[in-house]
């Protein structure tokens, strides 16, 4: 009997534990990474503004089953990149506004899958 006692007391602290904690949450979080780039800004922003160099430096092209196809300019407004991949999933990026040196704006859209 005495088992048992124990036993519901923890269950209901276990419970309690599980439904009361999440009022004391954060509705939101923030998760950044920062790192420094030694390289000049132009440097940087000839890499990113031309979604062909990306397999220089992007950690998701890891993904050996990615096919990448480009469309539009090569590098600039207008240029989209879509793939289809087994971990990378399906999507695509498209560069909707490009500052020299300053500012890169991308579109970046999943497959109905990917969530």
Not at 5 to 17: G, Q, S, T, Y
Not at 34 to 56: D, G, L, M
């Amino acid at each position: 009997m005495k088992v048992l006692k124990v036993l519901i007391i923890i269950v209901v602290v276990l419970a309690a534990v599980f439904f009361v904690v999440p009022f004391f949450l954060a509705d939101s979080f923030v998760i950044s990474e920062t790192s420094e780039i030694k390289a000049r800004p132009e440097t940087v922003f000839r890499q990113v503004n031309s979604y062909k160099n990306w397999s220089n430096w992007s950690p998701f092209e890891a993904d050996t089953t990615m096919v990448s196809t480009y469309e539009g300019s090569d590098r600039g407004v207008g240029s989209k990149r879509i793939w289809d991949g087994k971990k990378a999933g399906k999507g695509s990026m498209t560069i909707m506004k490009s500052d020299p040196y300053s500012y890169i704006q991308n579109k970046l859209e999943f497959g109905p899958d990917e969530g």
